[in-house]
């Protein structure tokens, strides 16, 4: 590697952009000896934009410049959204990369500390987009624990949450697995990835009326029960996910040119920790944390499932650990299942009536809404009723003054939701620990000193969705 | 107020043997020999600081000499209430003269029961005097309130103790009180120790200060993985840490002025229109106090 007072370029794809300073890392303090990105002045600067690249390279080639900032994104079909990648490079070999986030910010955490606290679930559901109920529930369990009320959750409502986030779990690894195959070049695992993940979110949609951004899981319980021939419809997903699952260990377990692309991105144990990496990629040393097991929520500790590992710590194992995964999950789903059926015609939401929100939905001739029974009831039977219906839609459910720190296991690792009531009927302060923006700061100690092609497969390995990272 | 797991049942009850009985008076326990760091034995594999290496480790900005803090006060007041309605229209509720005073969740008196008091003790025995007056036990939950010139040492033996062992603070949150004079903004780590599944949580009370920057000590150094965690709270909350490697903005634009998480930013927005009916924006909706 050259000295830093080398030339610098900079090559740009899309607009231009100024460096900006987001210079060392922590990971520098560990990975001390790699090299740090320079202060070196930036004298030329090439735009990349797509048949050009002729141009570049004669350019580059006269010059003989030993250092080339690529800007990797924000807008490139492998960063899982609008991430920017800022690689050192020499050669093809990666000296220095800082991620850079921040440009899907939408502020969420600050607009929920102007929402009542059962509004705060359709901001938080919108963060980590791909896998949404893990956000409500998160949320919804530290809104219940600030309560009080954690005991007082109908069964039937933990058994609904658990079976849509284990869903959610494997539509979320179908997401990880599809599009981290096709950016390797295996663009069938990305095809029948998203074929089962439609089956998935068509259940989701009959359920909660959306595709993603639910809002279903509300403080107290769900917002509605199964519809009607809802567990024949979860069946029929349960058969699907059997017939096609194994598809992926077929494709890929043994594919060499898999396997070929896969075994880079290196993070161990002791890396792991120092970084405070959890979920697959620390389960993929062979460490077996998992929150379902080790701090139950939800009832987890009912339900029987394994935690699966794997031994290789690359992002082979992590495929490995999520493949696996899913069919845990599954497992847990067809639990719920019987469940389901034994618990037929229970409440979904909390007796209180000064927290459970005052009507369930319906299914009506133009769409979801409140149910007839409900508007009939309030327009014209009870006044006091319709005064409760206004109090706690439009005002809402004091919580007490205090905090909680309530974490669960995403398909992502340990996400968590930090809450500080003031005692009063809104948030005042909510914060998301989302795993995607924990684990991004890991990239570089996976990236420095490989190929920028093992860029791309590090990054799909760590599965961040930046609407969690930037919040 | 204090609420502490009770459930002996509980996965995190973990209480080590070696810990004197958590009914014993905390004071006795902090100078009794038995409690005392011992080189090599009672200590565990936790490290001196002193020979910890540190020359791979960010220097720049480290404060030179620290300066004894001034100890918060057992109840932390949120704010004074009045009536029921708070911004946006008169108050037509017949409540208007109601008065309330809003306080967090009071200091905790000892026992703090189940593991609570072990790593408390542990906590006190290896940092003499790191807390600066306050342990909250609260909905099965403890925090505790550290002195910032001791978080550095604390969160070391926190992190390399084998009795205490919190490898990993999984998240670090700000938090703006305006109303509570001389903490205004608070500091927040939550750890996570995976050897003997607890959590705990521990809270910086800083003052806002006259440029209302105020600093304390960054936790890079300790646990590298909270770097991020920390540019956020500078970029939202304008909390200072010194000896963060790179305390640059990471989700605002890095010209941003402002930190847009602070009670006294606006929310912002433009009203709603619809049919000549007007909705003002959601911060300047009425709310209720």
Known sequence: ?471 | MSSAPQDPARPSDNVSPTTPAPDAPATEKVTSPEAAPKEGVERGDARASDTTHTDNLPQRGLPTETVDSPMVADTQALRTRQGMWGTGSGDTSGYGGMVRHVEMPTNSERPYGGWFDAVADRMEALVPGFSAGRTIVDRDEITFFVRPEKIIELARALRDDAELRFEMCPSVSGVHYPFSEGEELHVVYHLLSVTHNRRIRVELALPEGADGHPHCPSLVSVYPHVDWHERETWDMFGVIFDGHPALTRILMPDDWEGHPQRKDYPLGGVDVEYKGAVVPPPSERRSYS
């Open chain 1, 1 to 471: 590697m050259s000295s830093h007072d080398m030339n610098h370029e900079t090559v740009q794809n899309g607009e231009d952009q100024h460096m900006d300073s987001t210079g060392a890392t922590a990971v520098d303090a560990v990975n001390a000896g790699m090299s740090a990105p320079s202060d070196g002045e930036v004298d030329r600067v090439y735009l990349a934009q797509g048949g050009d690249w002729d141009e570049i390279v004669a350019a580059q080639g006269e010059r003989g410049d030993e250092t080339i900032v690529v800007n990797m994104g924000p807008q490139h079909p492998s960063t899982h959204g609008v991430l920017r990648l800022i690689l050192e490079m020499d050669g093809e070999t990666v000296t220095s990369l800082r991620p850079g986030i921040g440009f899907l910010h939408t502020g969420i955490e600050k607009n929920m500390e102007f929402r009542t606290w059962t509004q705060g679930v359709t901001f938080l559901t919108r963060a980590d987009y791909v896998a949404p109920i893990f956000n409500e529930v998160a949320y919804c369990l530290a809104v219940e624990k600030l309560l009080g009320v954690t005991e007082d959750i109908p069964e039937r409502a933990n058994i609904l949450r658990v079976l849509m986030m284990e869903l959610n779990r494997i539509s979320s690894h179908l997401v990880a697995i599809g599009t981290g195959g096709m950016e390797i070049g295996a663009l069938t695992v990305m095809t029948i990835g998203f074929r089962e993940r439609e089956m998935i979110l068509d259940f989701f949609e009959a359920v909660t009326g959306l595709r993603m951004n639910h809002a279903y899981i509300r403080p107290g319980g769900v917002a509605n029960d199964l519809p009607e021939g809802g567990l024949d419809h979860l069946r029929r997903v349960i058969s699907w996910l059997e017939k096609h699952l194994p598809e992926y260990g077929i494709f890929c377990n043994e594919n060499p040119i898999f396997k070929g692309r896969m075994h880079v991105a290196h993070l161990d144990l002791t890396q792991c920790f120092a970084l405070g990496v959890t979920g697959p990629v620390l389960r993929a040393t062979g460490f077996p944390h998992d929150l379902r097991k080790s701090q139950p929520y939800c009832g987890y500790e009912t339900y029987d499932f394994e935690v699966k590992t794997w031994d290789t710590s690359d992002a082979y194992g992590r495929f490995r650990v999520r493949e696996a995964e899913m069919w845990e999950s599954l497992k847990i789903v067809k639990q719920c299942a019987e469940r389901l059926e034994k618990t037929t015609g229970q409440p979904v939401m909390v007796e209180d009536p000064k927290i459970k929100w005052p009507a369930q939905l319906t299914v009506g001739p133009d769409g979801q809404g409140n149910s007839h029974e409900h508007i009939k009831h309030i327009m014209g039977e009870s006044m006091e009723a319709l005064i409760h219906h206004f109090k706690i839609v439009t005002e809402g459910f004091r919580v007490p003054a205090g905090q909680v720190y309530q974490a669960i296991e995403s398909p992502k690792g340990e996400l968590a939701c930090h809450l500080v009531s003031d005692g009063g009927t809104r948030p005042y302060r909510a914060h998301l620990r989302d795993p995607g923006f924990h684990h991004l700061q890991a990239a570089p100690m996976m990236c420095e000193g490989s190929m920028m092609s093992d860029v791309v497969v590090a990054v799909a390995s760590l599965d961040p969705v930046l609407g969690g990272v930037d919040r």
